[in-house]
């Protein structure tokens, strides 16, 4: 899911470095993290605890919340030792203040970004630093954009199914910058992606069909799917695999001193 071209790190004041290789999915981003020894380090949304271990293997002192308690279960069996924890990123406080905040591929679940914003404002230091990376405008819009017209041709109306927070580079460096911010680092790109699965568009559908086809009865479900895989083939179906159009944002930002 995530091959994406080379980035410079930043180091812990938010200053661009040179990159290291991506060595396992989420590389990138942990190197724009730049975890240091003995540092506390919030992963928020930190799902199967992998790039929580990560962290910790860097020597830092890493805590990971989820909104899941299932997906924090499994990374806890995953990863035992690791502090993890079941939690609302909106509502989540805590009395440590922690020298740095990572996310991946999180942020975009989260409507409420502004709550989240602010959650990732208190749980930071002075100096403390933010790094994300996560789905922004434009993720996937080559299937949404199909889907809508699909619904509306079959006398649905597509408004208000995309469940994901999808925003462009200056809208989430704005709402950060409004939060009392300083964004060091910031790029929107695309990654285009195979589809892993071997049932192609229609299981990607499948996954995402409680949140799109909720209220479509079988037959125009059935009829939906020809359409959407018709219009999107041409573009996005290569060497035999269905490609999706991802896109995503990576930001470094830092609470200032004072």
């Given at each position: 899911m995530h091959n994406d071209p080379s980035l410079p790190e930043a180091n812990p004041k938010g200053e661009p470095s040179e990159p290291a290789a991506s060595a396992y999915p989420g590389a990138d981003i942990v190197s724009l993290l730049r975890p240091l020894p003995g540092?506390?380090?919030?992963?928020?949304?930190?799902?199967?605890?992998?790039?929580?271990?990560r962290i910790a293997a860097a020597g830092a002192f890493a805590t990971g919340i989820d909104l899941s308690p299932e997906s924090v279960e499994r990374a806890r069996q995953r990863h035992p030792g690791l502090d993890l924890q079941?939690?609302?990123?909106?509502?989540?406080?805590?009395?440590?203040?922690?020298?740095?905040?990572?996310?991946?591929?999180?942020?975009?679940?989260?409507?409420?970004?502004?709550?989240?914003?602010?959650?990732?404002?208190?749980?930071?230091?002075?100096?403390?630093r933010f790094a994300a990376e996560f789905a922004g405008s434009g993720n996937v819009a080559a299937y949404t954009d199909v889907i809508a017209q699909a619904l509306t041709a079959h006398g649905y109306a597509p408004e208000g199914r995309i469940p994901w927070?999808?925003?462009?580079?200056?809208?989430y460096a704005g709402l950060l910058e409004r939060t009392g911010f300083r964004v060091?680092?910031?790029?929107?790109?695309?990654?285009?992606?195979?589809?892993?699965?071997?049932?192609?568009?229609?299981a990607w559908l499948d996954?995402?069909?409680?949140?799109?086809?909720?209220?479509?009865?079988?037959?125009?479900?059935?009829?939906?799917?020809d359409a959407v895989e018709?219009?999107?083939r041409p573009r996005l179906y290569r060497d035999g695999r269905w490609i999706i159009d991802t896109s995503r944002l990576r930001?470094?930002?830092?609470?200032?001193?004072?």
């Open positions: 540092e506390r380090i919030l992963d928020i949304g930190c799902g199967n605890g992998d790039l929580t271990a079941a939690a609302d990123a909106c509502r989540y406080r805590t009395e440590i203040r922690y020298d740095a905040v990572f996310s991946r591929a999180a942020l975009h679940w989260i409507k409420d970004a502004d709550a989240a914003a602010r959650t990732i404002w208190l749980a930071l230091r002075e100096g403390g927070y999808l925003p462009t580079i200056g809208e060091a680092y910031a790029q929107h790109f695309d990654n285009p992606s195979p589809l892993k699965n071997d049932a192609g568009i229609r996954g995402f069909a409680g949140y799109f086809f909720a209220d479509v009865d079988a037959a125009d479900r059935a009829s939906i799917y018709a219009a999107v930001i470094v930002a830092v609470k200032p001193h004072g």
